[in-house]
């Protein structure tokens, strides 16, 4: 079970500190938001930053690529310090090609959907993938509610998995907190984004702590 605070709700004008204060809080990973303004309709930040965060903290990057065409800028994000990079299945780019691409820059490779987006989207890859991203809002935004009505999807990818011999992860994204996440254990969730969970709660620490309990009690 890890706990991937998504850097999307820090503090912009000072994210080196605010990727150091993840790590001291003891998350497991850092959730990077890609938004390019076309797949959705917001923009964050690029790869240039990714780099600059690299040098101080040494968490696995889970760069979550909400972006039209991810294959052309496979290479941008790992020679930026990604370790892990999640696309959308509705994205434009050829999804066998990027996975591979991915992988031979030694990355590891997820797929994510949208909530309209059935878990079966993903079934044609899932010998190829590290994790599957079940978005349990819409992508764009941090700070929405969370769909419970996505929860089956994380069952149905478990099973399908389960079915072929393979381990894969699934990770849920959006409008987790201490309210939601047991719910999201519960159904097997294994990675769990939090961004305002995490960044805007009095104490990080105790509110990863207050994560990881919940989601170990209900798992
Ligand atoms: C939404 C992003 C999420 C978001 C989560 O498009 O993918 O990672 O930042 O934020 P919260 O936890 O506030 O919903
Ligand atoms: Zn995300």
Redesign the pocket.
């Known amino acids: 079970m890890k706990i991937a605070p ?1 850097m ?2 820090c503090d912009f004008s000072k994210m080196g500190q605010e990727a150091k204060r993840m790590t001291e809080a003891k998350a497991d990973w850092l ?1 990077m ?1 890609i ?1 390019d303004g076309h797949f ?1 309709p ?1 923009i964050t930040f690029g790869a240039p930053i990714i780099k600059s965060v690299r040098a101080i903290s040494d968490l696995p990057f889970d760069v ?1 690529l ?1 972006i039209e065409h991810p294959l052309k800028y496979i290479d941008d994000f790992c020679d930026a310090g990604a370790d892990i990079i999640t696309f959308h299945v509705e994205a434009k780019s050829d999804i066998k090609k990027t996975i591979e691409k991915i992988k031979s820059r030694n990355c590891k490779p997820g797929l994510v959907i949208k909530p309209k987006t059935p878990a079966s989207a993903v079934f044609p890859y899932l010998e190829d993938i590290y994790m599957v991203l079940v ?1 349990t ?8 509610s ?1 769909m419970e009505d996505m929860l089956p999807k994380i069952n149905e990818i478990k099973e399908e998995a389960k079915r072929r011999g393979l381990e894969i992860l699934v990770q849920v ?5 201490a309210k939601t996440i047991g719910d999201a254990a519960e159904a097997g969730a294994d990675v769990f ?6 960044f805007k709660a009095e104490n990080a620490t105790a509110a990863i702590m207050e994560l990881k309990a919940i989601a170990l009690k209900n798992s």
């Open positions: 998504s999307l709700s959730h938001d938004m959705v917001n979550h909400m978005m809002v819409e992508p764009g935004f941090g700070g929405q969370f994204d959006g409008g987790i907190n984004v939090s961004g305002t969970g995490v």
